[in-house]
Structures are given as structure tokens and as C-alpha cells.
């Protein structure tokens, strides 16, 4: 029980933050598609809110599969 309390700190302090990253993420990738005139990261998700989530997926696999080949 006295594990919960630390575990609620640590999610308190580590959600937001990448929360914030999340939305950093976006929102570059907005601007620098307004800049280049483009639709901008809006597949996967309303207006594009799930992108890095599914990005990150992808380098994970990414990672996974270049290190089975080298294995």
C-alpha cells in the first residue's frame, strides 16, 4: 500500500509532461506543414491528436526490427 503514494507523485509529475510534449510535437508539425502549405499530420486521429502515439509505435518497430536483424 505505502507503494502507491510514490507510483501517484511520479504519474502526477510524468503525465503532464508528456502530455505537453505530445501537443509540442503537434503543434510543430502543424506549423511547419502551414508553412510548406500542406493538410499537415491529421491521419491517424481527429485533427491528428493520436499521430505521435502511432509515431512512436512505428520507431519502436523500427527499433525492434533492425535489432532481430543484427542479432
Request: proline share 6%; glycine share 4%; charged share 10%.
Amino acid at each position: 500500500m505505502l507503494w502507491i503514494y510514490p507510483l501517484m507523485e511520479v504519474l502526477i509529475i510524468l503525465v503532464p509532461i508528456l502530455m505537453t510534449i505530445a501537443f509540442v510535437t503537434i503543434s510543430e508539425r502543424k506549423v511547419m506543414a502551414a508553412m510548406q502549405r500542406r493538410c499537415g499530420p491529421n491521419a491517424v486521429g481527429i485533427w491528428g491528436i493520436l499521430q505521435p502515439y502511432f509515431f512512436k509505435q512505428v520507431v519502436i518497430l523500427i527499433i525492434n526490427v533492425i535489432y532481430n536483424i543484427i542479432k
